[in-house]
């Protein structure tokens, strides 16, 4: 089975993203807004913990309950920086991949999250599909999307500012490879995949230049963290948590899984382009004897990107 028609991805490749974005670019209140929906909704305990679009690793240590993380991300430059921070510790295993063609084997994870990753999704169910794959029964995951029904775009639309409306259900890129969701689309997504969706929380309320500019951080995040929970009623914020649980009628997670050797890590993939495993593990590489792919290992990243050589 080849899997290499699939959507366009947004690349952060050489991107300073963590820097000029979240260090220095005025978003202490939304990272810190972010950091209490995750600890409300993230479980006290986990295996293995699949962190999707994990960047520069801004959010990795918030998942200190899991024995181990695999973060993955498009980039190996952002995977770079995230080792920079994190350390090459046995705990963390760094994947450069295309969502659409995760390289891991059914059923592997019993914990993922997907934070400000959705929205660059031009096929969000497909993605949606590939994460619920690789989840085994009774897991959790953890998804923000941006949010389509916000009240700044409804009173937008409502003054004739902006031409789509922010009521119907199909996403809308307002720029390219950013999107967009409605609640209840996403909600049908997830449903239709056997996710059961647990709890909803509404994050950023104030997320607004004024209000940061003149009212102070903490406040605003106390504010925030008290209306986080008005999710479950109505979903009007720019951005919007759900953690969702896997129904018990998935396939089992692999039994005897290494979790000491980071290189032992190789049972848990499978080959993207031909989705064959196990993979063998070469100098440098591995090597996928079903259809004879060799996925690179640099640096301590597993590049699934493209197989080498082509």
């Not at 994990?54 to 899991?66: E, I, K, Q």
């Not at 639309?157 to 689309?185: I, R």
Request: charged share 25%; hydrophobic share 40%.
């Amino acid at each position: 089975m080849d899997t290499n028609n699939t959507p366009p991805v947004c690349n952060y490749e050489g991107s300073d993203y963590q820097t000029s974005f979240w260090d220095q670019g005025g978003r202490e209140y939304e990272d810190r807004t972010e950091a209490i929906a995750l600890k409300r909704l993230l479980p006290e305990s986990g295996r293995l913990m699949l962190e999707l679009g994990a960047g520069a690793g801004r959010n990795t240590s918030r998942y200190a309950g899991f024995e181990r993380v695999v973060l993955l991300d498009y980039s190996t430059t952002q995977l770079a920086q995230a080792q920079a921070r994190l350390g090459k510790s046995d705990r963390y295993i760094f994947v450069a991949a295309d969502v659409y063609r995760l390289p891991f084997v059914d059923g592997l994870f019993d914990g993922a999250t997907m934070i400000r990753t959705l929205h660059h999704m031009a096929d969000a169910p497909k993605a949606l599909g590939q994460v619920r794959k690789v989840l085994g029964p009774g897991s959790t995951f953890i998804l923000e999307f941006a949010n389509k029904l916000n009240a700044k775009a409804i009173l937008r639309y409502w003054l004739g500012k902006q031409d789509w409306s922010p009521f119907t259900l199909e996403p809308v890129e307002f720029v390219a490879l950013n999107f967009d969701f409605h609640p209840k689309a996403v909600k049908k997504w997830l449903g239709a995949l056997d996710f059961r969706i647990k709890k909803m929380l509404t994050v950023s309320h104030f997320r607004m230049d004024l209000l940061k500019k003149f009212i102070p951080t903490g406040l605003l995040v106390f504010l925030d963290s008290l209306a986080q929970w008005t999710g479950s009623l109505w979903q009007l914020t720019p951005s919007v948590f759900v953690r969702a649980s896997v129904t018990r009628d998935g396939k089992v997670p692999p039994k005897g899984i290494p979790r000491h050797n980071s290189d032992e890590a190789i049972d848990w993939f499978k080959c993207p382009k031909c989705e064959a495993s196990p993979l063998e593990f070469e100098k440098e590489h591995l090597h996928c004897s079903a259809c004879g792919s060799d996925w690179a290992i640099r640096d301590g990243i597993y590049d699934f990107r493209e197989p080498l050589g082509k």
